[in-house]
T-cell receptor, first 113, second 115 residues
Framework: GESVGLHLPTLSVQEGDNSIINCAYSNSASDYFIWYKQESGKGPQFIIDIRSNMDKRQGQRVTVLLNKTVKHLSLQIAATQPGDSAVYFCAEIYSGSARQLTFGSGTQLTVLP | DTAVSQTPKYLVTQMGNDKSIKCEQNLGHDTMYWYKQDSKKFLKIMFSYNNKELIINETVPNRFSPKSPDKAHLNLHINSLELGDSAVYFC??????????????FGSGTRLTVV
């Protein structure tokens, strides 16, 4: 079946630097792409999403970029803080699939002091 | 107030036992889900219910049976537990309106360990 994947399983960044987490997807019919943050012992927490008809969306310290030509999604975190340390997942929703989320395999982000 | 709450948070049980995990949401959402997260942190949909009707049933052994008494509750019953069932199970809900992805809310998970 089709899946969403991540290029890097782990990422370490210095506090204050910018982080970029990448994701590849294969279902060109997906309507939304979402980034989730999962801290230890907790459920996935919504960060930001982007509709398939957009190529960029900004939130507070986060930006998601969507490149449909190469089926690539990225999450940029500005001025990374220790509280950003977590596992980050990209996911996609296809409206024809009863809104089920298809997740990528996750990237562990570690922020170094 | 917890939006999506699951009980128990931890569950340790022996092979062959039957166990249930409960989920409740107070968001007024019309759709609820069960996801399984394996030891490599991979998350995969198991079931989805919309207004108490099953609308997704992925390739899950029939030892797993979801039950939705009303649209605010979705329980997961597992018969004859096996070692491979050890995982973290997440309940989620969504409102299905507007920005469907932003309305998706997860519980904090139930860590099931089968020994």
């Amino acid at each position: 079946g089709e899946s969403v994947g991540l290029h890097l399983p782990t990422l370490s960044v210095q506090e204050g630097d910018n982080s970029i987490i990448n994701c590849a997807y294969s279902n060109s019919a997906s309507d939304y792409f979402i980034w989730y943050k999962q801290e230890s012992g907790k459920g996935p927490q919504f960060i930001i999403d982007i509709r398939s008809n957009m190529d960029k969306r900004q939130g507070q310290r986060v930006t998601v970029l969507l490149n449909k030509t190469v089926k690539h999604l990225s999450l940029q975190i500005a001025a990374t803080q220790p509280g950003d340390s977590a596992v980050y997942f990209c996911a996609e929703i296809y409206s024809g699939s009863a809104r089920q989320l298809t997740f990528g395999s996750g990237t562990q982000l570690t922020v170094l002091p | 107030d917890t939006a999506v709450s699951q009980t128990p948070k931890y569950l340790v049980t022996q092979m062959g036992n039957d166990k249930s995990i409960k989920c409740e949401q107070n968001l007024g959402h019309d759709t609820m889900y069960w996801y399984k997260q394996d030891s490599k942190k991979f998350l995969k949909i198991m079931f989805s219910y919309n207004n108490k009707e099953l609308i997704i049933n992925e390739t899950v052994p029939n030892r797993f049976s979801p039950k939705s008494p009303d649209k605010a509750h979705l329980n997961l019953h597992i018969n004859s537990l096996e070692l491979g069932d050890s995982a973290v199970y997440f309940c989620a809900s969504s409102d299905g309106q507007g920005a469907i992805s932003a309305g998706y809310t997860f519980g904090s998970g139930t860590r099931l360990t089968v020994v």
